[in-house]
């Protein structure tokens, strides 16, 4: 794998997002994007602005809300916060992706013992 | 689920509100960047740097907020948007090719639209009756007598009407009826009044509840009964003004207080169903008992009873009219009718069914060709715009995106080319709908529907997806970096697209040339129709309905009917004067006819039309009298009865003799023949031949009176002191006006008039639009080209060389165009033979005059193209490329 950062796949951004909502409470988005890529150990290549889309998308689906506000350094800034839609959804999607990254890590699992790497 | 419906609902929202969420996004991305940049500076950064890094882990705003919007708003709609900016930006500024092509399609797609109206109204829609498709049409078989023979009497009506089981109900109107047959009293100078007499259950079997007022009761149907009259709904508006007290009031009809019982729906109009291009005012009871002694007069429509097939009640019909006496009271007058019977609909459009389908194809070709036309036109646009798009190409837009671009185009174009076209429409259908005069039936009815509209909608879609095409294709073989390196000048791309236009146009050229060999034939026939010799001469003559009062007795009227027509012949400008009763090509009836001492069978008995004629008629009308001599006032009611034959019946009779002097046995009487007239067209135009008949009024009763006059000057100069002349005699005189017999044959040939005149159109647009096809392509290949004339004439072409040449390649295209068109319209001209007259599907010289006319117009459109390269000056063209 290297040093190149990894791609995100599709969803997967928004998930981050929620589950960083869920467990942070209300945020704005360089504090989101901040937080992501802090958790990920800077291992995730994300461009910033990128989270603004994943934002509005989460808003429009009534699973996070946002409101202005200020922030710690007296900035007008754009907060948001998971709802109770988000907290559901958001159960869901882990569940998903559990169940999709041990399958994924049996089926890897197999093809290494069958030496073809 | 819930997400994703208020996702869709926000993402509308969005759509709409852009600017306040654009603004939202430009400050949270600025807030964002400037959190971003701060705490770089507190890890160290200096601000410059700092604020770089920050934009550089943002990843670039403009396609942050692209993103931002795409995910947000409706993406599609966005796209759709900007195309169509963009469109109406480059149509503004290539004004004269939107113009030409938004009117190019106006009138391709309007007059698919005025044509679909018609065909709709006439074939389509179903009729304006409660359940019309119950409704069966009975008559006698049509033979080449008139009316009498298709028509049955009281008796037999009433049989039919008791005998069968499948009809709900059996109606019938009194089928001869003539305009102007009634005269309104009493409210100022008396009026003329078309009516028609119905069976008291007509409006009942076909559905139709009167406006106002009742339908007739029982004491109104029976003979001696109540005089009642329905009025129809533009007769009580235009002569009653919509007075709804009218209803319960009498008006004297014919001198009789007649009760008006009711006023009929705007939608009722017996004369587009029944009569197409006549309209009645009225309505009375046909009263069985009135005409029980009359003989055949009723036609019939009887509503088949649900669930019964139309097929059993026809066949049980046929089954029963044989068995039915002429009259019940003198059964050895003989019996046996015969029923034919059709859907309604089918009697009343039937018969127009494959002109409309020609007309319908027609307009079909005159869209393919439009569609042909501007696909030519949009190609020649976008090869001039090849470096345009080769240059979006370049800065990053998808070839799809392009190709949907150039589509947006083809449907701007078609839409507001549609837009225009509904409106030529309409006016086209308005003004259709109130031609009364055209013998054409439901015309009343006549308008754009929804289901117009729609057709409206299908075909711009078709046309724009149609002529948007060939460039779309085109386009996605562009070789870009060829179209931005030479500009397409003579390159490959170059010629395979002249050829691919050369192609539109021989389509365009071939469509053209079956629309008008098709165009030329139905000229032709119509040419040949109004070439036949009529019998009569309808030019310089008039006839104007006549009223006089003779108290039934003949005598009397022989001496009022002389003393009308010497006082008429009086007035200057009127060359010859008399009178019948019922005119050619108008009304007639059909009497048996038979010489005597032979004895006929029923089946073969012959019979004629008859008119009852005064002395100076056959002149009046221009007829030929070929032997013998025409009625004087002296053959009166006393003396030897008299008879002048047509030679149709005069043949029929004594075939092979001289007829003169013997007995024929006609009606009720004996008469001698005294003369023999030239056949005339009494039934129609195009009807064959039958044997006729005319007895003087002095020893026949007429059934009305229409006095024909010849005239050296316009009929209409004399109306008025005819007029005066009639009212001196007879102060009851109705305020009829003249009716030239021109306008009674123009109105028998109406609706091949109509035909012809459309088809013609169509043919004439075709031709046009292939004429521009050719000047574009021709003229578009010259532009090209100049460089490569210029450097020939250089080299010593001469300009007769140069012009040849061009000439030449216009020819090739038109001679291979016609060739295929040549081929196509003999299958055509096959399919339209039934609609022609006296003219052969595959008339030479209509094929050889259309292809000469097209090849005529090829040659203009390519010579004025080839008179500009001929005048191109070699060292300007080399010069300036």
């Keep these: 794998m290297g040093d190149a950062k990894l791609d995100l796949l599709q969803g997967t951004l928004d998930l981050m997002v929620l589950q960083t909502l869920a467990a942070m409470g209300p945020l704005h988005g360089y504090g989101i994007a901040r937080r992501i890529e802090q958790v990920s150990g800077e291992e995730v290549l994300l461009n910033q602005g990128t989270i603004y889309a994943s934002l509005v998308r989460l808003v429009q689906r009534g699973w996070i809300a946002a409101e202005w506000g200020t922030s710690e350094n007296n900035r007008r800034a754009r907060f948001y916060s998971i709802t109770r839609d988000g907290r559901r959804q958001l159960a869901e999607d882990t569940r998903y992706w559990q169940r999709l990254s041990e399958v994924m890590s049996r089926m890897l699992a197999l093809e290494t013992e069958g030496g073809k790497r | 689920m819930k997400a994703f419906l208020l996702q869709s609902m926000n993402r509308m929202r969005a759509f709409i509100h852009r600017e306040p969420l654009d603004q939202q996004f430009d400050e949270e991305a600025a807030a964002h960047l400037d959190m971003a940049t701060e705490e770089n500076i507190r890890n160290g950064m200096a601000p410059t740097e700092a604020r770089r890094?920050?934009?550089?882990?943002?990843?670039?705003?403009?396609?942050?907020?692209?993103?931002?919007?795409?995910?947000?708003?409706?993406?599609?709609?966005?796209?759709?948007?900007?195309?169509?900016?963009?469109?109406?930006?480059?149509?503004?500024?290539?004004?004269?090719f939107a113009i030409v092509a938004v009117l190019i399609l106006a009138l391709g797609i309007g007059a698919n639209v005025a044509v679909f109206s018609v065909v709709n109204t006439i074939l389509l829609r179903p009729l304006p009756f409660h359940d019309p498709q119950q409704l069966m049409w009975i008559q006698g078989p049509p033979?080449?007598?008139?009316?009498?023979?298709?028509?049955?009497?009281?008796?037999?009506?009433?049989?039919?009407?008791?005998?069968?089981?499948?009809?709900?109900?059996?109606?019938?109107?009194?089928?001869?009826?003539?305009?102007?047959?009634?005269?309104?009293?009493?409210?100022?100078?008396?009026?003329?009044?078309?009516?028609?007499?119905?069976?008291?259950?007509?409006?009942?079997?076909?559905?139709?509840?009167?406006?106002?007022?009742?339908?007739?009761?029982?004491?109104?149907?029976?003979?001696?009964?109540?005089?009642?009259?329905?009025?129809?709904?533009?007769?009580?508006?235009?002569?009653?003004?919509?007075?709804?007290?009218?209803?319960?009031?009498?008006?004297?009809?014919?001198?009789?207080?007649?009760?008006?019982?009711?006023?009929?729906?705007?939608?009722?109009?017996?004369?587009?169903?029944?009569?197409?291009?006549?309209?009645?005012?009225?309505?009375v009871p046909a009263i069985p008992d009135e005409i029980r002694t009359w003989g055949n007069t009723l036609l019939l429509v009887g509503r088949v009873k649900p669930g019964v097939p139309m097929g059993q009640a026809a066949a049980e019909a046929r089954m029963l009219f044989p068995d039915f006496y002429y009259n019940n009271k003198h059964p050895e007058y003989g019996k046996g009718y015969s029923a034919w019977t059709q859907p309604l609909k089918e009697h009343v459009s039937g018969n127009l069914r494959r002109s409309l389908i020609v007309l319908w194809c027609a307009v079909g070709m005159i869209l393919l060709i439009v569609c042909v036309n501007l696909s030519n036109l949009l190609l020649a646009r976008t090869a001039a715009r090849d470096r345009e798009f080769a240059m979006r190409s370049a800065l990053g837009a998808?070839?799809?995106?392009?190709?949907?671009?150039?589509?947006?185009?083809?449907?701007?174009?078609?839409?507001?080319?549609?837009?225009l076209g509904l409106a030529f429409a309409y006016g086209v259908v308005a003004w259709l709908a109130h031609q009364g005069s055209l013998a054409l039936p439901l015309l009343n009815e006549l308008r754009v529907d929804p289901k117009a509209l729609g057709w409206t909608v299908l075909i711009a879609v078709i046309a724009a997806v149609l002529f948007g095409l060939a460039p779309g294709l085109?386009?996605?073989?562009?070789?870009?970096?060829?179209?931005?390196?030479?500009?397409?000048?003579?390159?490959?791309?170059?010629?395979?697209?002249?050829?691919?236009r050369g192609a539109l146009v021989i389509t365009e050229v071939a469509l053209a040339c079956v629309l008008l060999v098709g165009a030329g034939l139905l000229l032709r026939s119509f040419l040949k129709v109004l070439d036949i010799n009529l019998g009569f001469q309808p030019e310089h003559a008039a006839a104007l309905k006549v009223d006089y009062d003779?108290?039934?007795?003949?005598?009397?009227?022989?001496?009022?009917?002389?003393?009308m027509l010497d006082k008429v012949k009086a007035i200057p400008g009127?060359?010859?004067?008399?009178?019948?009763?019922?005119?050619?090509?108008?009304?007639?009836?059909?009497?048996?006819?038979?010489?005597?001492?032979?004895?006929?069978?029923?089946?073969?008995?012959?019979?004629?039309?008859?008119?009852?004629?005064?002395?100076?008629?056959?002149?009046?009308?221009?007829?030929?009298?070929?032997?013998?001599?025409?009625?004087?006032?002296?053959?009166?009611?006393?003396?030897?009865?008299?008879?002048?034959?047509?030679?149709?019946?005069?043949?029929?009779?004594?075939?092979?003799?001289?007829?003169?002097?013997?007995?024929?046995?006609?009606?009720?009487?004996?008469?001698?023949?005294?003369?023999?007239?030239?056949?005339?067209?009494?039934?129609?135009?195009?009807?064959?031949?039958?044997?006729?008949?005319y007895l003087p009024p002095t020893q026949e009763n007429p059934v009305g009176a229409e006095l024909v006059v010849r005239t050296t000057q316009p009929p209409d100069v004399l109306a008025k002191s005819v007029m005066a002349t009639l009212r001196a005699l007879n102060p009851g005189q109705t305020a009829t006006e003249f009716r030239?017999?021109?306008?009674?044959?123009?109105?028998?040939?109406?609706?091949?008039?109509?035909?012809?005149?459309?088809?013609?159109?169509?043919?004439?647009?075709?031709?046009?639009?292939?004429?521009?096809?050719?000047?574009?392509?021709?003229?578009?290949?010259?532009?090209?080209?100049?460089?490569?004339?210029?450097?020939?004439?250089?080299?010593?072409?001469?300009?007769?060389?140069?012009?040849?040449?061009?000439?030449?390649?216009?020819?090739?295209?038109?001679?291979?165009?016609?060739?295929?068109?040549?081929?196509a319209s003999f299958f055509v001209a096959q399919l339209i033979a039934s609609l022609l007259f006296g003219t052969k599907p595959f008339d030479p010289l209509t094929f050889a005059a259309m292809t000469a006319l097209l090849l005529l117009v090829a040659l203009l459109a390519g010579y004025l193209p080839a008179l500009r390269a001929s005048r191109i000056d070699p060292m300007v063209a080399l010069r300036t490329n």
């Design chain 2, 53 to 96: 890094q920050a934009l550089v882990r943002f990843g670039g705003v403009q396609q942050a907020r692209e993103q931002h919007r795409a995910t947000r708003g409706l993406p599609f709609l966005d796209v759709l948007l900007q195309d169509l900016r963009y469109t109406l930006r480059t149509l503004r500024r290539d004004r004269g």
């Design chain 2, 740 to 823: 030239s017999l021109d306008a009674l044959v123009d109105h028998a040939v109406s609706p091949r008039r109509f035909f012809v005149v459309l088809v013609g159109a169509f043919a004439g647009l075709g031709l046009l639009l292939a004429c521009l096809g050719i000047y574009g392509v021709i003229s578009y290949s010259v532009t090209r080209q100049t460089q490569e004339i210029g450097i020939r004439m250089a080299l010593g072409s001469s300009r007769a060389r140069v012009q040849l040449g061009v000439i030449a390649r216009t020819m090739r295209l038109a001679v291979v165009g016609i060739a295929a068109g040549v081929a």
């Design chain 2, 143 to 283: 033979h080449e007598g008139g009316l009498s023979g298709v028509t049955y009497s009281a008796d037999a009506f009433e049989a039919y009407q008791r005998r069968n089981h499948s009809m709900q109900g059996v109606t019938a109107y009194f089928a001869f009826y003539g305009t102007s047959d009634y005269k309104l009293t009493g409210r100022g100078e008396p009026q003329p009044v078309s009516g028609v007499p119905v069976v008291g259950n007509f409006f009942q079997v076909l559905g139709v509840q009167p406006y106002l007022g009742r339908l007739w009761t029982p004491d109104e149907l029976v003979a001696k009964g109540r005089p009642a009259v329905l009025l129809s709904y533009y007769f009580w508006r235009r002569e009653f003004r919509g007075d709804r007290s009218i209803i319960g009031q009498t008006i004297d009809l014919n001198n009789i207080p007649t009760l008006v019982t009711g006023v009929m729906p705007r939608s009722f109009d017996f004369g587009s169903v029944f009569a197409p291009g006549a309209s009645m005012d009225i309505y």
């Design chain 2, 550 to 563: 003779d108290g039934g007795n003949a005598a009397k009227r022989g001496a009022i009917l002389k003393q």
């Design chain 2, 398 to 419: 998808g070839r799809g995106r392009l190709v949907r671009q150039l589509l947006t185009e083809s449907f701007v174009l078609s839409a507001a080319g549609a837009v």
């Design chain 2, 474 to 500: 085109r386009f996605s073989r562009v070789d870009l970096q060829g179209a931005l390196k030479d500009g397409g000048h003579g390159s490959t791309t170059g010629r395979q697209h002249d050829r691919m």
């Design chain 2, 574 to 693: 009127i060359e010859a004067a008399g009178i019948t009763d019922m005119l050619p090509l108008d009304r007639n009836r059909d009497w048996n006819l038979g010489a005597k001492g032979v004895t006929y069978s029923a089946k073969d008995q012959p019979g004629a039309l008859v008119q009852i004629v005064t002395p100076g008629y056959l002149d009046a009308m221009g007829m030929r009298l070929k032997e013998g001599r025409d009625f004087s006032w002296a053959d009166g009611p006393t003396n030897q009865r008299v008879v002048i034959l047509d030679e149709a019946a005069a043949k029929r009779l004594w075939p092979g003799q001289d007829p003169i002097g013997r007995i024929a046995v006609i009606g009720e009487g004996e008469p001698r023949v005294i003369g023999i007239v030239a056949d005339v067209r009494d039934t129609g135009v195009e009807d064959s031949d039958g044997p006729e008949a």
